[in-house]
């Protein structure tokens, strides 16, 4: 039997594990969660013990486990090292799902729960794709797996696992699929991501909340402070205003420009998807380019003074937000992180104390398009969509990508299959089972692919 035909066989088996994987709340980013994070390490490690791997083990770290695994068959032969994350972001707000976050159900071909795109369903993919070549007799290549538990809060400790272990993670080439396509119709491949720099700002004024009729007027409210702050950081051009944030962002070719802009896109259905008027962004750039290749600046939360039932009059003591910047190449995330603090701070008037906290950070990446893996990829695509896969960039941040190239010298390739219609870290995250199933069969031609490929050169 072919892999092919062993995927369609075996669709129902393949679902109803994704659905056991889903059920387990595994969220990082919430301590109460832990025994959950650490119940899914097991499960991913178990599947690929019953997918045939050898050596899979429970990498302990300072935070949550690594799952590794590997099936070498032939040391001649080329080893992919599969990368994917077993966590998953908090459901919150719960009241806005149709269906709850963690029991999942199938709707419309569509398989509804946290974690069912982003990234256990597209994780499972590469379990599933290693199982149906083991069965079949068809792995082509050797296969190392190193899925962790703690991408949605920074990928901390896999840094440190991945600088220990470099010999262990010895590969030819890097293969994700933890980003998104175009659509079912036009299958592209992610050449870029962007990078990640996030901090929290604390705003004082007076020493306690006040009677907002008694010092009104008189001192300054540390909310209205942080909003006008806030709004400094953008000109009119919605282009930052920090100093020196622009001076690293690489300019891409007017070649490279009409190629990303190629893509295809449709405002309309855009504006219609997330009921809005207009959209909003820095001018002179398309909206392709204003997620792909453009650094942006964004509040994430923003809280302070009074927000119970009712109206209470007080002039707060204190105001907060949570700032993240999404970066491109060649702006380093510690860089601008210094930058936007000495700006901040530069910005506040005397009537408030500033304190600007970083959080996790990441360095964007860019992926080649003349390699061998990304030929053997767009093979792959060729063959189960029948169309030639679109270079792309999308604009999320997936920041371990720079660390292998850094680390390991790896490049590697980013099969994603969700849509950015998934709702990933949204209410109601979803995943195509089209997306699922076909992606399961391209992870395999992949392989068959850059066997052959790398046979050949
Ligand atoms: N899988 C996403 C990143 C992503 C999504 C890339 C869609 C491309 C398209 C990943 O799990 C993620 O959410 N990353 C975080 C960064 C991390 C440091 C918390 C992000 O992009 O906010
Ligand atoms: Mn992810
Ligand atoms: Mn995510």
Known sequence: MSAINYIKDNKQKFLDELFDLLRIPSVSADPAYKNDVLKTAEFVKESLIKAGADNAEICETAGYPIVYADKIIDASLPTVLVYGHYDVQPADPLELWDSPAFEPVLK??????????????????????????????????????????????GSENLEIFVKENKSKLEADIILISDTSMISLD???????????????????????????????????NPINVLSQMIASLQDDKNRITVPGFYDKVAELTEAERKALNDAPFNLDDYKKDLDINDIRGEEGYTTLERTGIRPTLD?????????????????????????????????????????????????????????????????????????????????????????????????????????????????????????????????????????????????????????????NS
């Open 108 to 153: 419309d071909n569509k398989i509804y729960a946290r974690g069912a795109c982003d990234d256990k369903g597209q994780m499972y993919m590469h379990v599933k794709a290693f199982e149906s070549m083991m069965q079949t007799d068809s792995l082509s290549c050797n296969v190392k797996f190193m899925i962790e538990g703690e991408e949605e809060v």
């Open 186 to 220: 036009t299958p592209s491949i992610t050449v870029g991501l962007r990078g990640l720099s996030y901090l929290e700002v604390e705003v004082t004024g007076p020493n306690r909340d006040l009677h907002s009729g008694v010092y009104g007027g008189a001192v300054a």
């Open 299 to 455: 509040v994430n939360g923003i809280w302070g003074g009074y927000i119970g039932e009712g109206a209470k009059t007080v002039l707060p003591s204190k105001a907060y937000a949570k700032i993240s910047m999404r970066l491109v190449p060649n702006q380093v995330s510690d860089e601008i992180t210094e930058l936007f603090t000495n700006h901040f701070k530069s910005i506040a008037p005397d009537s408030v104390k500033v304190k600007v906290t970083p959080h996790h950070g990441g360095e964007p990446a860019v992926t080649p398009t003349d390699s061998l893996a990304y030929a053997a990829a767009s093979d792959a695509f060729v063959e189960a969509w029948g169309k030639e896969p679109i270079p792309t960039r999308d604009g999320g941040s997936i920041p371990i990508v720079s660390l292998f190239k850094d680390a390991l010298g790896l490049d590697t390739v980013l099969m994603g299959f969700g849509l950015d219609s998934d709702a990933i870290h949204s209410p109601n995250e979803h995943y195509g089972v089209t997306n699922f199933m076909k992606g399961i069969e391209t992870i395999t031609l992949f392989y068959k692919h850059f066997a052959k490929r790398s046979q």
